[in-house]
């Protein structure tokens, strides 16, 4: 409905999705429309998805989602990082809930990538159950994962 565009423009509304969704999401913006479908069986065949989607769009996304992580009034700045380019989303999700004073009804959230060399690695960082004080915990979480990638990527680079 009309009524219901702007709510879902900036992540509000009724948005269901799971983190495996939304990791699906970061590649195909990572890789400008063409990945793989989800699956759980090592050795079953991969299936291929590709958007048609044109090269203007992606690029605004992916500038976008650079900024989140790279411009100094970025959500996502504490990830910045001069060894590679880290692209990002964050959020806090809002959740509904029968008993209201059991949870503080916000999960904190980080999906992103990063590349180096043209190799890339997607994260997406789902915290359940935040306060204020802890509501940033996704975007540490990352950080700290993009580092261990970083310093084990560049230690295989220094061997090589």
Same mark, same amino acid.
């Given at each position: 409905?009309?009524?219901? !565009?702007? =709510? $879902?423009?900036?992540?509000?509304?009724?948005?269901?999705?799971?983190? /495996? *969704?939304?990791?699906?999401?970061?590649? $195909?913006?990572?890789?400008?429309?063409?990945? %793989?479908?989800?699956?759980?069986?090592?050795?079953? #065949?991969?299936?291929?998805? &590709?958007?048609?989607?044109?090269?203007?769009?992606? =690029?605004?996304?992916?500038?976008? !989602?650079?900024?989140?992580?790279?411009?100094?009034?970025?959500?996502?700045?504490?990830?910045?990082?001069?060894? #590679?380019? /880290?692209?990002?989303?964050?959020?806090?999700?809002?959740?509904?809930?029968? =008993?209201?004073?059991?949870?503080?009804? *916000?999960?904190?959230?980080? #999906?992103?990538?990063? &590349?180096? =060399?043209? &190799?890339?690695?997607?994260?997406?960082?789902?915290?359940?159950?935040?306060?204020?004080?802890?509501?940033?915990? #996704?975007?540490?979480?990352?950080?700290? /994962? %993009?580092?261990?990638?970083?310093? &084990?990527?560049? /230690?295989?680079?220094?061997?090589?």
């Amino acid at each position: 409905k009309r009524g219901m !565009m702007p =709510n $879902l423009v900036i992540g509000q509304g009724d948005n269901i999705v799971s983190p /495996i *969704q939304i990791i699906n999401f970061i590649n $195909l913006i990572a890789t400008k429309g063409k990945t %793989f479908k989800p699956k759980l069986v090592l050795n079953e #065949a991969s299936q291929m998805i &590709e958007l048609d989607i044109s090269n203007y769009v992606w =690029n605004e996304i992916q500038s976008a !989602m650079y900024s989140v992580v790279n411009n100094e009034k970025g959500t996502a700045y504490i990830l910045n990082n001069n060894n #590679a380019n /880290i692209y990002g989303k964050t959020g806090t999700l809002q959740l509904t809930s029968l =008993n209201k004073l059991a949870y503080s009804n *916000q999960n904190s959230l980080f #999906a992103g990538y990063i &590349e180096k =060399n043209q &190799e890339m690695m997607s994260i997406v960082v789902v915290i359940e159950d935040v306060d204020e004080s802890s509501k940033s915990i #996704a975007k540490i979480i990352s950080k700290n /994962i %993009f580092d261990y990638y970083l310093s &084990e990527y560049l /230690i295989e680079e220094k061997v090589d």
